[in-house]
């Protein structure tokens, strides 16, 4: 058992987290490099990188897919997950922050926090994820690290407890002083490793400086870092080090390194500072799972009883890998484990280590490891997987809504079928793509989280061998929201063909939600006096006010924004059951809808565009013509930011207008910002 725990200590499972174009996959290229796991330097612009495998990721030069690699760095293993950093793709961000212990946030030197980097960092914040960050691209020109992690105190609201400062600037960056051990490390063109040596004494005083404000940020944060200061005017390199890995591990600073990994430049101290202040299995909180209706602890121990999360499904014409991250217990090839979620037993065939697109077979996984399965036939992600002999549910991680619709057909008739299963395993894969037929049209609906999603879906079918597909031009989600309320609606079901008769009788008042249209959710109370309607018959008229949300009046797109309050009613002796009322509920809830005043709601979403100065008179313009509301710009470095709320409808096709507007050199992201008001012309199908 102490051998198991030991080298359960010696684990870091973590995910490189930034926004698009910030570094992650050059920063796990590097760290592969530097642990000896890959022999030659992989470049994004070359394709050749070990986690951008996939033909998309090579041919658009961004991570699509959260890809898994294992390596080994100072006697620990480190498990790393490269996630994307486009927004689209947040949702494998999600899943993957589900499973880790710790992270690395990735930041562009010249852009500091970009829209999407603040993006996955409130993601890892809702998990109790511990990070530290690397401030990447100091080679570049216009890099400044200052503010850069000015950036980092302002928007993102850690406390920045910056380790290093940096040796050079711009093109002539070539190392960096480790504040903590006050020692240099340089490194020379190649690949050689850093030349250890004394601060420069060009440096010395600055570094003295910054060594003595990261001394004070962390007293001040740090009851035992505070008790010897006081005593002693300074903190030694062990309690420094101490301090900064418990302040890590708590969420309340966040340690702050530099370098560039473009010119592997910075990444070993890198490594050093992820096994020093990132979490073992050890010291993050036991999982907790529910079983028969109790909330149940399971320890990270491999001698407990096996639990593990789903975090991942690969589905290919080879075959089926099941991505897990094994939480307690140990398992072993040819085992038996339980999906709690189907009821249904699964034997594992094979255990694989994870290196992107290539593995390597082992015979057992124990707590704390991210490992494949082979022979798992239906779990999917967010699915457990435990003993048998102890069962437990574990809190799967929450989906994302889709946004974006498109219809697809295969462009020929006789491959319908094979489309339909070419679908199935793209939804089986990623589970906020969505596949529904519409029950009107007939057509085959495939919904996601935008249109770069929903393009990379398409062509990965053609990829795979799938049938051609054609796609029309992608609707978004509507919603339909209540503006004006009725009060005291009276619905009367009654049924009665032979036998034991239908009968419910319910009276409703049906409001908006908030004072404002486009509040969204669903509330319902019931105000019944002298047990009128009886308590289990008012939980299925809620019920069935719930079965009526799915298709409103205006054009059968989703209700939100309502309050059902059921203030009257009465009841037959014999006929009156469950059943009716859930009935009542469905059926007169839409009626009432009916009588009210409705109004349609579109999704909109957060923009943030960066372009050259000259251009920004051009793109407010243009975003005004889509119905942009601007929020606000900011000038920095002769680019400008530009933010503005959008409709989602009017965003499609805004990438190729914006890079014809820019000459190619604007970029710009978008994430959900809810809903809003459509105009009146807006399309009610």
């Not at 990444?267 to 907790?288: H, K």
């Not at 994430?671 to 008001?677: E, H, K, L, N, V």
């Amino acid at each position: 058992m102490r051998t198991s725990l030991t080298t359960l200590a010696a684990v870091r499972n973590l995910g490189i987290l930034a926004h698009v174009d910030a570094g992650k996959t050059t920063v796990t290229e590097r760290i592969l490099y530097a642990t000896g796991t890959t022999h030659k330097r992989g470049e994004v612009h070359d394709g050749t990188t070990v986690t951008d495998f996939d033909p998309q990721e090579r041919d658009r030069g961004i991570t699509i897919f959260a890809a898994a690699v294992s390596c080994a760095w100072d006697g620990h293993r480190v498990n790393l997950i490269d996630t994307p950093g486009h927004i689209d793709f947040a949702d494998e961000v999600e899943r993957s922050l589900r499973v880790l212990d710790g992270a690395i946030a990735v930041f562009d030197a010249v852009a500091g926090v970009e829209p999407q980097s603040e993006s996955v960092w409130r993601q890892a914040d809702r998990h109790g994820v511990p990070r530290i960050a690397f401030v990447n691209k100091l080679d570049r020109a216009g890099a400044d690290l200052d503010r850069a992690v000015d950036s980092i105190r302002e928007r993102l609201h850690p406390a920045p407890l910056v380790v290093q400062l940096p040796i050079g600037a711009e093109d002539g960056f070539r190392g960096v002083v480790d504040l903590v051990r006050m020692r240099s490390l340089v490194w020379a063109d190649g690949d050689g490793a850093a030349v250890e040596g004394p601060v420069p004494e060009e440096l010395r005083d600055e570094a003295v400086r910054r060594r003595r404000g990261l001394e004070e940020t962390a007293a001040e944060l740090h009851p035992a870092a505070l008790e010897e200061f006081c005593d002693r005017e300074a903190l030694s390199a062990a309690t420094l080090a101490a301090t900064l890995r418990d302040l890590t591990r708590s969420g309340d600073g966040v340690v702050v390194l530099c370098g560039s990994a473009y010119r592997n430049r910075g990444i070993e101290p890198l490594l050093d500072a992820v096994v020093a202040y990132l979490p073992s299995p050890l010291d993050v909180p036991g999982v907790r799972g529910v079983h028969e209706g109790a909330e149940q602890p399971r320890a990270a121990d491999p001698e407990a009883p096996f639990a593990g999360l789903v975090f991942k499904v690969n589905v290919s014409a080879t075959g089926r890998l099941t991505y897990v991250r094994v939480y307690s217990g140990t398992i072993e090839k040819g085992d038996t484990v339980w999906d709690p979620g189907t009821g249904r037993t699964e034997r594992v065939a094979r255990i694989l280590r994870v290196m992107a697109d290539r593995h390597a077979q082992l015979d057992r996984a124990v707590a704390g490891d991210i490992v494949a399965l082979a022979g798992v036939k239906s779990a999917r992600a967010g699915s457990t997987l435990c003993d048998p002999a102890a069962p437990l549910l574990l809190e799967p991680p929450v989906a994302a809504e889709p946004v974006v619709s498109v219809a697809a057909e295969a462009r020929r008739g006789t491959d319908t079928g094979r489309l339909a299963t070419a679908l199935a395993r793209l939804a089986e894969e990623d589970p906020s793509l969505v596949v529904r037929t519409d029950a009107e049209t007939g057509q085959t609906v495939l919904s996601g989280m935008g249109e770069l999603h929903l393009e990379v879906a398409a062509e990965k079918i053609r990829r795979d061998g799938g049938p051609e597909v054609t796609v029309g031009r992608p609707r978004v989600a509507y919603r339909e929201t209540v503006v004006g309320a009725v009060h005291g609606f009276v619905f009367r079901h009654v049924k009665q063909d032979g036998g034991a008769g239908q009968f419910a009788h319910v009276v409703l008042d049906v409001e908006p939600l908030g004072p404002e249209a486009g509040a969204t959710g669903f509330e319902f109370r019931s105000a019944v006096v002298g047990g009128r309607v009886p308590q289990e018959y008012v939980r299925a008229v809620e019920a069935g006010c719930r079965d009526a949300l799915a298709e409103g009046p205006l054009g059968g797109h989703p209700v939100t924004g309502v309050r059902v309050t059921l203030t009257d009613g009465s009841t037959h002796v014999k006929d009156s059951s469950d059943t009716a009322f859930r009935t009542a509920g469905r059926l007169g809830l839409r009626a009432a809808l009916r009588a009210c005043a409705m109004a349609l709601l579109e999704p909109v979403a957060e923009v943030t565009v960066t372009v050259p100065e000259d251009a920004v008179g051009g793109v407010l313009g243009d975003l005004a013509a889509r119905r942009g509301r601007v929020g606000g710009s900011e000038t920095r470095g002769g680019a400008a930011t530009v933010t503005a709320t959008v409709p989602l409808a009017e965003l499609f096709g805004y990438a190729t207008r914006l890079r014809s507007r820019t000459q190619g050199r604007g970029t710009f992201t978008n994430r959900p910002a809810g809903y809003a008001p459509a105009p009146e012309s807006a399309p009610v199908r």
